[in-house]
T-cell receptor, first 111, second 113 residues
Framework: RKEVEQDPGPFNVPEGATVAFNCTYSNSASQSFFWYRQDCRKEPKLLMS???SGNEDGRFTAQLNRASQYISLLIRDSKLSDSATYLCVVNKDTGRRALTFGSGTRLQVQP | DGGITQSPKYLFRKEGQNVTLSCEQNLNHDAMYWYRQDPGQGLRLIYYSQIVNDFQKGDIAEGYSVSREKKESFPLTVTSAQKNPTAFYLC????????????FGSGTRLTVV
């Protein structure tokens, strides 16, 4: 099983749609969770951290389910500019102080 | 403005050559990281450093070397022992530890010719 697993997509959605991505992680001891956005041939950029109680930033909502070991990202009212690859990121274990990245889910928002 | 600068943006290496990728940050971050990304794949950790003069191997350290002589700088050398070095190399930094998200540089694309 991969340490961080994501559906690669692509998810093709029309403008204005709501879309959700899930990500599963293998290490139950993981403590930190993030969503990053990566545009084609660019560096990843931090979209949002994921907190235990869930958190929202504008049109973006992140949720954490520790029992089932997955995190989710919900995007409401999709814009063309949301088209990108979304990377799920967790800390692998508390012994190694570096983050582990999923392979990403590609989103294509269509006019 | 604070940030991370990677250079060069594009690099071509001949077979058997060592090349060094530069990474400089002025964010006053303690920790710095090197990742490699292959097409259609996620980022894989090469090396990381939590403090000056100390660094640890990541998942794919073979064929790479690093140094951390200054807080601001974390250069990566791709040696001739790295058999498949063509990739997108990303340097990142944060305040230290896995509880903080990273700030990334804009990356270096290395191609073996």
């Amino acid at each position: 099983r991969k340490e961080v697993e994501q559906d690669p997509g692509p998810f093709n959605v029309p403008e204005g749609a709501t879309v959700a991505f899930n990500c599963t992680y293998s290490n139950s001891a993981s403590q930190s969770f993030f969503w990053y956005r990566q545009d084609c041939r660019k560096e990843p950029k931090l979209l949002m951290s994921v907190y235990s109680s869930g958190n929202e930033d504008g049109r973006f909502t992140a949720q954490l389910n520790r029992a089932s070991q997955y995190i989710s990202l919900l995007i409401r009212d999709s814009k063309l500019s949301d088209s990108a690859t979304y990377l799920c990121v967790v800390n692998k274990d508390t012994g190694r102080r570096a983050l582990t990245f999923g392979s990403g889910t590609r989103l294509q928002v269509q006019p | 403005d604070g940030g991370i600068t990677q250079s060069p943006k594009y690099l071509f290496r001949k077979e058997g050559q060592n090349v060094t990728l530069s990474c400089e940050q002025n964010l006053n971050h303690d920790a710095m990281y090197w990742y490699r990304q292959d097409p259609g794949q996620g980022l894989r950790l090469i090396y990381y450093s939590q403090i000056v003069n100390d660094f640890q191997k990541g998942d794919i350290a073979e064929g790479y070397s690093v140094s951390r002589e200054k807080k601001e700088s974390f250069p990566l050398t791709v040696t001739s022992a790295q058999k498949n070095p063509t990739a997108f190399y990303l340097c990142a930094s944060n305040l230290g530890g896995q509880n903080y998200g990273y700030t990334f540089g804009s990356g270096t694309r290395l191609t073996v010719v």
